[in-house]
């Protein structure tokens, strides 16, 4: 069974950095791509930024395209999601996940595992 916790969520000042990481445990981590998603208050969950299993390609949001960097360590069967320039609306709480496919994807169906999710607040 494969399990994903994240971790690093918390509260920073709007323009200021958080580092999330997601640990895995079963299955092979390097056969599969990693994403992150985020749902904040009122609204519906969405894709953040996934990254293949080779950690070559990665993908992302265009509202967090050149502030955030996903990254994986298939040593440490650990994703991370660096943020920078955080902004207000960057609130939410982000999950991490585990997709079906090797190729970093945005489709929320591509992904068959979820965290529990880690809150980020970010003051304005």
């Known amino acids: 069974q494969v399990q994903l916790v994240e971790s690093g969520g918390g509260l920073v000042e709007a323009g200021g950095s958080l580092r999330l990481s997601c640990a895995a445990s079963?299955?092979?981590?390097?056969?599969?791509?990693m994403g992150w998603f985020r749902q904040a208050p009122g609204k519906e969950r969405e894709f953040v930024a996934a990254v293949s299993g080779s950690g070559a390609n990665s993908d992302y949001a265009n509202s967090v395209k050149g502030r955030f960097t996903i990254s994986r360590d298939n040593a440490k069967n650990t994703v991370y999601l660096q943020m920078n320039s955080l902004k207000a609306e960057d609130t939410a709480i982000y999950y991490c996940?585990?997709?079906?496919?090797?190729?970093?994807?945005?489709?929320?169906?591509?992904?068959?595992?979820w965290g529990q999710g880690t809150q980020v607040t970010v003051s304005s």
């Open positions: 079963g299955g092979t981590f390097s056969s599969y791509a």
């Open positions: 996940a585990r997709s079906r496919y090797r190729s970093a994807v945005q489709g929320q169906l591509a992904y068959d595992y």
